[in-house]
């Protein structure tokens, strides 16, 4: 049976500029004037002081609630034991995991979401999912909110206090989204599945063009014009490639090498958007782009300090063994994995080559 067709094609309302927090009580208003506030402590320490003086200029009240650190079912929970049921909307301040537990807790209070983001490193601000984890931390699921939220505030003068190395796994993460979606590219895809793909090369564009001027703006905690286009493109357009798209546009092998990278302690240090980046390495040699596509792909990723091979990706330690590369690939091969996406059956033994392949490459670069 056909399934309806269903568009979260972007926030509200999506302002950005420098000092846009100052306009936070302004644009809240139209809901209600009791806000609360949910956030943690570093993202805190970054915009409490514009987010405040933006919400105290519009007379309203507000109340502030740190988060623990995960986002999850018990986490929600707890802030909203903390923080009582009497709120017209609640404001999430902070990166990824405060933003998918301020919409958790949004959807429990059944009042519209404000987004503040203090970091570019994912779309997490602008759309309505939430990575939900379990109380051991790690089993997750993802939830769908009924809208994507009321309103994003992007201040580049919050972000610029950011450390520059989320911006950059922030572009790793865009990066993958046209070569990701294109895995899932026919003839007959379609008009939305187009304009997904389409937001996805655009932010593709915009990231191989101005994304290296962009990142040595953010080394130097500077936001450039280049770095503004490059946060839109990670920030808006990277949520709305699967906002518009859907499944069609949904990740494909390099997600799914990411996945598989996490059982590695080695790997731990490196971030999301830096895995994925390396995992689109991998990727390229499963479709049988060759040498080429790799060495291609991995002179993009050095111009944006993204890892181009394993050491990099690593801090200098050397690629595991066979028998460990299998496990990563097995992970990588979970039957909900977005490796099944690509479009031949892909094998342990096709992974495991892969990897080897990207290094003996980035090794003759
Ligand atoms: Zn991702």
Request: hydrophobic share 45%; charged share 20%.
């Amino acid at each position: 049976m056909e399934r309806d067709t269903v568009v979260q094609a972007g926030p509200g309302r999506y302002l950005h500029g420098a000092g846009t927090a100052g306009r936070l009580g302004e644009l809240l208003r139209p809901y209600g004037t009791r806000w609360l506030v949910v956030t943690g402590r570093r993202s805190w320490d970054a915009a409490r002081e514009a987010v405040e003086a933006g919400l105290r200029a519009s007379g309203g009240q507000w109340a502030v609630v740190r988060y623990g650190g995960e986002c999850s079912e018990e986490a929600a929970l707890r802030v909203l034991d903390e923080a009582g049921p009497a709120w017209d909307a609640v404001v999430g301040v902070g990166g990824g995991k405060v933003l998918d537990l301020s919409k958790v807790v949004a959807r429990a209070l059944r009042v519209p979401l404000a987004t503040v983001p203090t970091l570019a490193s994912n779309c997490a601000a602008t759309t309505p999912v939430a990575v939900v984890y379990g109380p051991d931390g790690a089993f997750k699921t993802s939830r769908v909110l009924e809208a994507p939220p009321a309103v994003t505030v992007v201040d580049d003068a919050i972000l610029a206090r950011a450390p520059w190395r989320y911006f950059v796994s922030g572009i790793g993460d865009t990066l993958a989204k046209p070569y990701e979606a294109a895995v899932g590219a026919g003839a007959n895809l379609d008009v939305l599945a187009r304009a997904g793909l389409a937001l996805a090369e655009l932010a593709g564009a915009v990231i191989t063009a101005k994304g290296p001027a962009a990142v040595e703006q953010a080394v130097r905690g500077e936001v450039g014009p280049e770095a503004r286009e490059v946060t839109d493109a990670v920030l808006l357009l990277g949520g709305m490639v699967g906002g518009v798209g859907g499944d069609a546009c949904r990740a494909a092998a390099a997600h799914a090498v990411h996945n598989g990278l996490t059982l590695l302690a080695e790997t731990h240090a490196a971030l999301h958007g830096e895995k994925v980046a390396y995992g689109l390495l991998v990727q390229e040699v499963l479709l049988g782009h060759g040498a080429d596509g790799v060495r291609r792909l991995a002179a993009v990723l050095r111009t944006l300090r993204l890892p181009d091979r394993w050491q990099a990706l690593t801090g200098g330690r050397p690629l595991p063994d066979r028998r460990v590369l299998a496990e990563v690939a097995r992970k990588s091969l979970a039957p909900d994995d977005t490796m099944h996406r690509m479009p031949r059956v892909i094998t342990v033994e096709d992974v495991v080559e892969a990897f080897l392949e990207v290094e003996r490459v980035a090794g003759g670069a």
